[in-house]
């Protein structure tokens, strides 16, 4: 059974980059496309990136597009999200999600994935 970790979230100023991380254990990712998401309390989850299983596939959100990166690394079977030029709008849980179906599109869905991982914190602040 699959499972995802986030990690790398943390305070950052505006202006500044993180890099989150999404481990995967139990399976190979090379089966499942991965998605990013982020919600903040009361609104509803945004779908924020998605890479396919095969990595040739990338979609962004308008709010992050030239900002954020999705990458995959099969050999370490995680997946991460580089976030540059950061705003404070950017402050939110982001979350990783896994499906071994369907595909990686634009708009990036944030319902119909089949396994999530706990949320990672980001902070973007002065």
């Known amino acids: 059974q699959l499972q995802l970790m986030e990690s790398g979230g943390g305070l950052v100023q505006p202006g500044g980059s993180l890099r989150l991380s999404c481990a995967a254990s139990g399976s190979t990712l090379n089966y499942y496309h991965i998605g990013w998401f982020r919600q903040v309390p009361g609104k509803e989850r945004e779908g924020v990136s998605c890479?396919?299983?095969?990595?040739?596939?990338?979609n962004y959100g308008d709010s992050v597009k030239g900002r954020f990166t999705i990458s995959k690394d099969n050999a370490k079977n995680t997946v991460y999200l580089q976030m540059n030029s950061l705003r404070p709008e950017d402050t939110a849980v982001y979350y990783c999600?896994?499906?071994?179906?369907?595909?990686?599109?634009?708009?990036?869905?944030?319902?119909?994935?089949?396994?999530w991982g706990p949320g990672a914190q980001v902070t973007v602040s002065p």
């Open positions: 890479i396919s299983s095969s990595g040739f596939i990338t």
């Open positions: 999600a896994a499906r071994p179906y369907g595909v990686c599109e634009s708009p990036v869905p944030a319902d119909d994935w089949a396994l």
